[in-house]
Structure formats: C-alpha cells, structure tokens
C-alpha cells in the first residue's frame, strides 16, 4: 500500500521547476502541433519537444529515463505540456517523433528562438560559432587495416568519392597533441 502525499513537494520546497515554467512559455511550438481528424488524440508535438528540450537539459541519458521522470514529476510533465494524470509516455513516441519529424521544422524552431533572444537583448548575435565533428568517407584510405600508398596526400584524393578533401582532427591526451588525417 502506498500513501500519497498531502502537499505537493515542489509547491512547499520554493518551486524548482519555476525556471523551466519559465524558460518553455518563451518558446513557440505551435508550428509542430497538427490537428487530425480521425484516430486517437494525438500526444502534443510541442509537449515531446520540449521533453526532448528537458532531457538535454538535465543531460538526462536515455529515452527510458525521460520517460520515467515524466512519470515520476507529473508537475513537470504539465508544464512541458502533457495531460496530467496520463499514462507514462512510450519511449517508442519519442523514438517516433525523432525519426518522423523533419529536422527543417526543428532547425526553424531554433532560429525563431535565437532571433527572440537577440530582439529581446539577451545575445548580441554579432559572432559566429561553429562547433563540428569529422565526419569521415566511406573509402579505403580511411581504413587503416588497408595498404594504401600515399594515403594522405593531397594531390591523390580517394577515386570513388570525388568531392572528398582532406580533413584534419586534432586530439590531446594527457597534455600531448596528437594530429589525425582523414578523408571526408
């Protein structure tokens, strides 16, 4: 038998989600939600991006463990927009939503909110960061188990990917830098 609390914790313990009440009435969704006519009443779009938003967030490590905190903090999942009182929701939704949902909608989601952040005088938005990984090519002088002759050379790129060039990743471990060339 399990006996529920008569006050909510959150309310008494000066409300710690206040920030994210905060911070997800500032962002505008409404360009995800799409009314359907027949079947089920979908789960809000808008409610599962910011659960995504959430799980970034709080470096949350799995679709599960999202889930389960939902489940757990139903204050919370009310102010990212779910029914509260509702069954917790399927990893497989979120699965779903990530593999359907065309990365456009989302990339245009981020601009609207870095352009608010800019009107409202939070970022200057006069620099230009770039953040990127090696994303490498799939051709045989990338592998290294293969006897390539000239394997880095600039002038002899891959034959069967013409638009490949000649990249560079630098790593340091224990203080020591170490350069590694790839294809990509």
């Not at 959150?10 to 505008?28: A, H, N, Q, V, W």
């Not at 953040?131 to 090519?137: F, G, N, T, W, Y």
């Not at 000239?150 to 020591?176: L, Q, Y």
């Amino acid at each position: 038998m399990v006996q529920h609390p008569l006050f909510n914790l959150e309310e008494i313990f000066d409300r710690p989600l206040k920030k994210y009440e905060l911070f997800f009435s500032t962002l505008d969704l409404s360009i995800l939600d799409k009314e359907s006519l027949v079947g089920r009443k979908p789960i809000s779009r808008s409610a599962i991006v910011r659960a995504l938003i959430f799980k970034n967030l709080k470096s949350i490590s799995s679709l599960s463990d999202l889930s389960s905190e939902l489940y757990e903090r139903p204050a919370l999942s009310q102010i990212l927009g779910f029914e509260p009182g509702d069954r917790p929701i399927p990893v497989e939704r979120f699965s779903c939503f990530l593999k359907d949902t065309d990365n456009k909608i989302l990339q245009q989601v981020r601009v609207s909110l870095a352009r608010k952040l800019i009107s409202l005088g939070i970022i200057k938005g006069k620099y230009l960061s770039i953040d990127s990984c090696p994303i490498l090519a799939n051709v045989r002088q990338n592998n290294l188990k293969t006897n390539v002759k000239s394997r880095f050379k600039k002038e002899r790129p891959p034959k069967n990917d013409s638009d490949c060039r000649i990249g560079v990743f630098p790593t340091f471990v224990h203080d020591e830098k170490r350069v590694d060339f790839f294809w990509g």
